[in-house]
């Protein structure tokens, strides 16, 4: 029952995606239903994006669901074909991200995303850039 009960408060989408981007995800266990959904409700709530239609000669098939608001949303904007691009870079920027945090080592992991909290652990740049200063 309650799993019926949170179908009824979302609606499925099928997006065409770069057939490339979609297997990179893929193989590298990005939770392509996780960027996608992000990616929908940033692009509906971002009005100021335009709707651009996705030139990719080989596209993959994605199906998700996505809460009905967002859906009615993208609807009144022009459907997922018009958001596929938006889609398609936020999953490009995914699959960077992915590929450069699994081939660092634990080490650099941890002084870029776990310790740097402390002053001790920022580079120097990162430092200056957030006191106003650096490039």
Known sequence: ??????????????LFLPTRVVKEARELGV?????VRQ????????????????RAKDKTRVDVRVPREIA????????PSVAAWFVAKKLEVAVEMAKRVLSMSL???IAEY????????????SRQRSQGGGA
């Open 1 to 14: 029952m309650a799993a019926e009960a949170r179908r009824s408060k979302s609606v499925p989408i099928t």
């Open 31 to 35: 939770k392509l239903a996780v960027v």
């Open 39 to 54: 990616a929908l409700k940033t692009f509906v709530e971002r009005s100021e994006l335009p709707p651009v239609e996705l």
């Open 72 to 79: 009615e949303k993208l609807k009144e904007r022009g459907g």
């Open 107 to 109: 080490e650099e992991f």
């Open 114 to 125: 776990v310790s740097c909290g402390s002053p001790a652990r920022i580079p120097a740049s």
